[in-house]
């Protein structure tokens, strides 16, 4: 059964709620719908507190300010009660890992070091070590999955070395919807003294955060994946690498001083946050996390499990479905699988004539897709606003297609 105050989720989505024909969309994992209190928050911003920020000797200026760091509040209360000055506001997942990459690799990474990551990456937290290792000559390790789609940890400690200096792992498959074991990779990390990163894409949406606890050096989330705008990312990092770190971009703000001779850096946070940055977009982020902070993270989780496994239910009965998929405790929900007949594409077009929206492809992973043994698959991705119709009516667009082509 689902809850009362799930259920209810659903009516604080406008797309959802004014879409004619009804809209099932269930890509989340490629990002997020929008509740109407993030939309008004933005548009009030807009409206009454819009003025550059941190410069401004005027009200509006303050108030505008005071909005922005807010969120900053917000996001570190998210991340489980981190210091503000450790919530680094960037432009996404992607721009967190290159900043990382860029400027604490481009620091302290030598020829003849090693980075280890996993096969199962996104593509953002896989090319820009692979750039940074380029440029310092060193090496890159990758941690294998088990025949049940798993990371190999047996692997994973023989890989993890003295040479190794940086491990860097997504929180939750984005293809998969697999929930990595990554306290047990940072403690192999943390043995040798390397640097841990998690991409906390896919992560931050359905877990609770407590960096505490996870004891990582580094997470990363985009705004757009958990109700926020786009264009907002978060990049935490423990205080003294920040510190340690150059900065990643110069402009204005991230400056303590100019002269001719030379530049000194401003202070964390703003020591990473050159220009004026993405304000409005900020705000939204923070109501939207209030938002998400108000919502029972389990009963969520288990709704969009029961949501997935109701579509493995009818997926794992048709000929010529391989699922990589299963109903699991370490599993967010996501149904991943690939049709012997019916292309990806083909899929999601078919889909598309029915409002329902899936992913096709290769979704930003093409080696796991090389380790899974298939070119391109098809992903349905739910979360907290879906309900049992949407799942009928992809369940209903995934028969027309078999009557298509099988």
């Known amino acids: 059964m689902v809850s009362a105050s799930i259920a209810s989720i659903r009516e604080q989505f406008p797309i959802i709620t004014q879409s004619k024909p009804a809209l099932a969309y269930l890509d989340s994992a490629a990002s997020s719908q929008k509740p109407k209190c993030v939309i008004d928050r933005i548009k009030s911003y807009y409206e009454s507190e819009n003025a550059n920020v941190h410069r401004g000797i005027y009200k509006l200026s303050e108030t505008a300010t005071a909005a922005f760091e807010a969120s900053r509040k917000t996001v570190a209360e998210f991340l489980g009660g981190v210091k503000e000055q450790e919530v680094i506001f960037t432009k996404g997942t992607t721009d967190s890992v290159n900043l990382v990459a860029s400027s604490w690799c481009g620091k302290n990474l030598k020829e003849g070091d090693e980075i280890v990551l996993t ?31 798993r990371l190999d940890l047996d692997v994973a400690a023989s890989l993890i070395s003295g040479k190794t200096k940086l491990v860097a792992m ?5 293809v998969l919807g697999i929930i990595h074991p990554v306290k047990s990779v940072i403690a192999l990390a943390k ?25 990582c050096d580094f997470y990363a989330f985009s705004g757009h994946k958990v109700m926020a705008p786009t264009g907002t990312g978060v990049l935490y990092g423990r205080e003294n690498l920040l510190n340690d770190m150059p900065p990643y971009q110069g402009g204005g703000d991230m400056i303590e001083t100019v002269s001719l001779k030379g530049s000194t850096w401003n202070t964390l946070p703003s020591k990473f946050e050159a220009g004026t940055p993405n304000i409005a977009g900020f705000v939204g982020l923070g109501e939207a996390l209030r938002f998400v902070m108000a919502i029972d993270k389990e009963a969520a989780l288990e709704h969009d499990r029961r949501l997935g496994a109701r579509a493995i239910e009818v997926l ?31 899929l999601a077009s078919i889909c598309d004539s029915e409002q329902v929206c ?44 078999e009557k298509l082509f099988c």
């Open 119 to 149: 096969v199962a990456e996104h593509h953002s937290n896989m090319v820009p070590w692979q750039i940074a290792a380029e440029k310092a000559g060193a090496t890159i390790k990758y941690i294998p999955l088990t025949s049940d789609y």
């Open 170 to 174: 997504g929180h939750v498959s984005n």
């Open 191 to 215: 043995k040798v003294g390397a640097v841990t990163f998690i991409d906390g894409a896919q992560g931050a949406p359905h877990l609770t955060l407590d960096m505490k606890d996870l004891d």
């Open 316 to 346: 794992s009965e048709a000929k010529g479905v391989r699922l990589f998929s299963k109903v699991a405790d370490d599993w967010v929900g996501v149904v991943t699988f690939y049709h012997e007949q019916i292309h990806p594409h083909d």
């Open 358 to 401: 899936i992913r096709a492809g290769h979704h930003c992973a093409q080696p796991l897709m090389e380790a899974l043994g298939v070119s391109a698959t098809s992903r349905m991705s739910p979360y907290v606003y879906n309900n049992d119709d949407d799942v009928d009516a992809f369940i209903k667009a995934f028969r027309k297609a």
